[in-house]
């Protein structure tokens, strides 16, 4: 039973598409996030949701909208995709924010701009 | 601003040998420090991790340590396996930081 799930696993589309990537998590955690790696393989956050709530966008383009209907689920949507958007992103989950806990990573979602 | 840095890129170990992993940050609140293992086209799996009030922390074959002072922490694999290859990457925060902050991470690849 996985944990934290992200759909799809890949995703090709072309520049100017929207396209949606949703994660769930089953572990009943508070706090949910979107990380982005990058081509330097950094993974650099992009939000943070805690019960549903906004609490991080990290200087994120408006053009990415995270959706939350409930503190299982946190759905990435990105309007009007460009080349650039082209990235791994990972879901992940932690039990609270920050400190003493770690958090759990989906699978990971292959973003490809055509 | 990279605030947490993994300098190797990749490093390469025969089986039954030791293999440490680096790991240096430069934000002097990080109290909370974390090492992840990531197969290829799978997610970031956590390993081990420290509190800041420690300076080493083992859990099997896998042991942490902490250099406050040095703001330097690294992971030691011992002995080292072929199923241990992977990237390693090192992860830091704090009570009111709300994310986690990554390195780059370390390629290691276990030679049989």
């Known amino acids: 039973d996985t944990a934290v799930s992200q759909t799809p696993k890949y995703l090709v589309t072309q520049m100017g598409n929207d396209k949606s990537i949703k994660c769930e998590q089953n572990?009943?955690?508070?706090?949910m996030y979107w990380y982005k790696q990058d081509s330097k393989k950094f993974l650099k956050i992009m939000f943070s949701?805690?019960?549903?709530?906004?609490?991080i966008n990290e200087t994120v383009p408006n053009r990415f909208s995270p959706k939350s209907p409930d503190k299982a689920h946190l759905n990435l949507h990105i309007n009007s995709l460009e080349l650039g958007d082209s990235a791994v992103y990972f879901c992940?989950?932690?039990?609270?924010?920050?400190?003493?806990?770690?958090?759990?990573f989906g699978q990971g979602t292959r973003l490809t701009v055509v | 601003d990279q605030q947490v840095k993994q300098n190797s890129p990749s490093l390469s170990v025969q089986e039954g040998r030791i293999s440490i992993l680096n790991c240096d940050y430069t934000?002097?609140?990080?109290?909370?420090f974390l090492w992840y293992k990531k197969y290829p086209a799978e997610g970031p799996t956590f390993l081990i991790s420290i509190s800041s009030i420690k300076d080493k922390n083992e859990d099997g074959r896998f042991t942490v340590f902490l250099n406050k002072s040095a703001k330097h922490l690294s992971l030691h694999i011992v002995p080292s396996q072929p199923g241990d290859s992977a990237v390693y990457f090192c992860a830091a925060s704090a009570n009111n930081f709300n994310k986690f902050y990554f390195g780059s991470g370390t390629k290691l690849n276990v030679k049989p």
């Open positions: 992940a989950s932690s039990r609270e924010t920050g400190g003493n806990t770690e958090a759990f």
């Open positions: 949701y805690n019960n549903k709530e906004l609490i």
């Open positions: 934000n002097s609140m990080f109290d909370y």
């Open positions: 572990l009943g955690h508070d706090t």
